[in-house]
């Protein structure tokens, strides 16, 4: 028999498998196209000194014990240059790192307080140029595998910004030596240094240098014109680096006062305050004045000039140029530019401190972000999965500039960039009273729980979303609400709170008399029994779905319950039954308008193990084959996977062992690059059961 040899790159697929030629199909990974990541920022030609520092973190390069990265800290207050320092350090290394230099900002100062380890290795696989975020897993600490299992073959230089605690640190640690971790933090970590990490604090600088500096921004001319208040600026900036160059910078916008005039040397009100912000707050024109005033409302953990304009009510140009201007008086930071949402910004700690006074329209900034965020779920939730529910809006504030949702893409990248800012803005809406904003925000946020897998992060707003749509009082939000917190839990392996909730929508949909919603729970609870592998238990209900969707001459319900109740069946030995369920199933998700391509793949696949499990097995290996190229051809991986390993139990059943191992091995090997550790471990299983036969 001859010996095909497949590859899958990417979606593409190289060769066909033909019924019991399935020996050697290997699936390799897209080569990378994307350059070596060097997200290190640029140094500029201002940065003064700090010789003692570089040389102190070149000391701490000694050999590090096997088994675990190396971590430095560095330490100092907020605009003492810890950044620029890990960054001039940085390239200076860059040799040493070939493999790429990542920075993640773990913002422990903002609104939302610090991220979560989680969020964090998304941006670090992002970097390492891992984009397929459909299909990062779904728990976290399979997430936080990933990235420790992409970093474990690498040299890489990470950089942690901004920790607030050594719990976001230690999950994103790579398990090798040949990567370097620096981590800054406005105080010290000791609870890293309990694992073995040095620490280095970064002190202000010398009277000297902070001279220096000013001469490097201003010219040596307008320094030596006036060495005494030069001289006392910089003691009034305390050797602050950011301080001395917001100090600067007043003075450049103003070339006709002398430095003697400067606020920070007069105005004794200013004492008081942190001098890295008070010299730009206190010559902040009024249009910039206005919209920090109003921006620091907003319950999210960084800005775009689009959500800005929307919850400020000010035209999107001129926002982008106000948002340019405080960026350069650094009173934002530019933290990147993403995907749909342009450069992003976040506003720098100590400005949150002194702007403490609210603006007396917070609730309607607040309202207008709000509005914002749903009018673009709504386009995408609309794009991504059109037969989702519309729940009635308010319909309050329509920003003047909506989000550009172009095709399914930016409207996933949109979701992956604004997942961070869902529970601010749901803990701001509830706290207003912004029940029904709550609800509808939720519901319309459904593609970022369902195609970016974002299961973690749906159970705790769906819990949100049913409380505030039972208080905003609208039945069919709570049974909207009730449902998909249902599927939610069902997602994450928690069956009896997906049955618990599913009885509660069946009950609901009963008491309204609405059939649909009736034959969706009693579908939904016998899928959760089938998930839980309680096939006896299942059947009953997803009979009774049948007839229902039969009812409603709903061929797309009524063919995906014929696919579990046809596959639980043939597991519990009853393939007679259950394969004639499957053909039927498949007939009637083929006959959809529009297709249902993943549902058909799905049928497929069950179709081929109840084969299998009729003995038929090279029918078997040609019908989960079609369906694997399929899941393939559609990008969906983990179907891909799981139908890999539908094809080694095939082989197994008909006794083709060393044909079994090498199936479940590919799997394996899938799932691990999925970060799927459930999986890696059930495959592992079948693996060494394989090996003692």
């Known amino acids: 028999m001859p010996t095909l040899s497949n590859r899958i790159d990417g979606t593409h697929v190289h060769h066909a498998v033909q019924a019991a030629q399935i020996r050697d199909v290997h699936f390799h990974p897209a080569a990378p196209t994307r350059p070596i990541p060097r997200q290190l920022a640029a140094v500029t030609r201002v940065f003064t000194d700090r010789a003692h520092d570089v040389a102190a973190l070149d000391g701490l390069l000694t050999a590090p014990p096997e088994g675990t990265a190396p971590v430095i800290v560095i330490t100092g207050p907020s605009g003492i240059g810890k950044t620029a320092l890990v960054s001039r350090w940085g390239v200076r290394?860059?040799?040493?790192?070939?493999?790429?230099?990542?920075?993640v900002r773990l913002r422990a100062g903002t609104v939302r307080g610090p991220g979560p380890a989680a969020e964090a290795a998304r941006s670090l696989l992002r970097g390492l140029?891992?984009?397929?975020?459909?299909?990062?897993?779904?728990?976290?600490?399979?997430?936080?595998?990933?990235?420790?299992?992409?970093?474990a073959t690498r040299r890489l230089l990470v950089v942690l910004e901004d920790a607030a605690t050594a719990d976001q640190v230690v999950p994103l640690i790579p398990a090798t030596s040949e990567c370097l971790v620096v981590v800054t933090s406005r105080s010290p970590l000791p609870a890293l240094a309990a694992l073995g990490a040095h620490h280095h604090h970064l002190g202000p600088l010398t009277p000297a240098h902070a001279v220096q500096l000013l001469s490097r921004i201003l010219g040596e001319d307008r320094v030596r014109a006036e060495p005494a208040a030069a001289e006392a600026l910089a003691r009034a900036c305390n050797g602050n680096p950011l301080a001395l160059a917001l100090a600067a910078g007043a003075v450049v916008l103003a070339p006709a006062h002398p430095l003697a005039s400067h606020p920070a040397l007069v105005a004794t009100e200013l004492e008081s305050l942190p001098m890295t912000t008070a010299v730009a707050l206190a010559s902040l024109p009024e249009p910039e004045a206005r919209l920090l005033r109003l921006a620091i409302v907003i319950p999210a953990p960084d800005l775009d000039h689009l959500t800005v304009a929307a919850a400020t009510a000010t035209p999107a140009a001129h926002t982008l140029q106000l948002l340019h201007e405080l960026a350069a008086r650094h009173l934002l930071d530019r933290t990147g530019r993403q995907s749909v949402r342009g450069d992003v910004y976040s506003i720098r700690p100590e400005v949150r401190e002194l702007i403490r006074d609210p603006v007396h329209n917070q609730r309607l900034v607040v309202q207008r972000y709000l509005d914002h965020?749903?009018?673009?779920?709504?386009?995408?939730?609309?794009?991504?999965?059109?037969?989702?529910?519309?729940?009635?809006r308010q319909h309050r504030h329509h920003p003047a500039e909506p989000v550009h949702i172009t095709d399914d893409r930016t409207a996933l990248d949109w979701l992956e960039a604004i997942a961070p800012a869902v529970l601010p803005a749901l803990a701001a809406a509830r706290t207003l009273g912004e029940h029904q904003a709550a609800a509808v925000m939720v519901h319309d946020l459904w593609p970022l729980f369902h195609r970016l897998r974002r299961t973690d992060l749906s159970v705790t707003c769906h819990k949100l979303g049913l409380d505030s749509a039972r208080i905003w009082g609208h039945p069919m939000a709570t049974y909207e609400m009730t449902t998909t917190?249902?599927?939610?839990?069902?997602?994450?392996?928690e069956h009896e709170d997906a049955l618990r909730l599913y009885e509660d929508g069946r009950t609901l949909a009963t008491e309204d008399q609405d059939l649909e919603r009736v034959a969706q729970c009693t579908a939904g609870i016998g899928a959760t029994l089938y998930d839980a592998g309680?096939?006896?238990?299942?059947?009953p209900e997803l009979t009774r779905a049948i007839e229902l969707y039969a009812d409603l001459d709903d061929r797309r319900g009524a063919g995906l319950a014929e696919v579990l109740l046809g596959s639980a069946a043939a597991r519990q030995g009853n393939t007679d039954l259950g394969i004639p369920l499957l053909r039927q199933a498949l007939a009637d998700l083929e006959s959809l308008t529009p297709p249902d391509p993943l549902n058909v793949a799905r049928a497929k696949v069950f179709l081929g193990e109840a084969q299998s499990l009729a003995g038929e097995h090279e029918l078997a290996a040609t019908t989960i084959n079609i369906a694997v190229q399929e899941f393939v051809h559609l990008g969906h991986r983990h179907w891909a996977a799981y139908g890999i390993e539908f094809l080694g139990e095939a082989a197994e059943r008909g006794n083709l062992l060393a044909v079994a191992a090498s199936w479940y091995a590919t799997s394996q090997e899938q799932y691990r690059n999925l970060g799927s550790s459930r999986d890696v471990e059930r495959l592992q299983s079948r693996l060494l059961a394989l090996l003692t036969e």
């Not at 290394?93 to 920075?103: I, M, N, V």
């Not at 609309?382 to 989702?388: A, D, E, V």
């Open 534 to 539: 309680r096939y006896a238990a299942a059947e």
């Open 129 to 151: 140029g891992t984009n397929d975020v459909e299909h990062f897993p779904w728990k976290e600490e399979d997430l936080q595998a990933l990235w420790r299992s992409s970093a």
């Open 373 to 392: 965020l749903i009018a673009a779920a709504q386009d995408t939730v609309q794009r991504l999965t059109p037969h989702h529910r519309v729940l009635p």
């Open 485 to 493: 917190l249902a599927i939610s839990h069902k997602r994450a392996g």
């Open 93 to 103: 290394h860059a040799e040493r790192y070939p493999d790429g230099q990542l920075l």
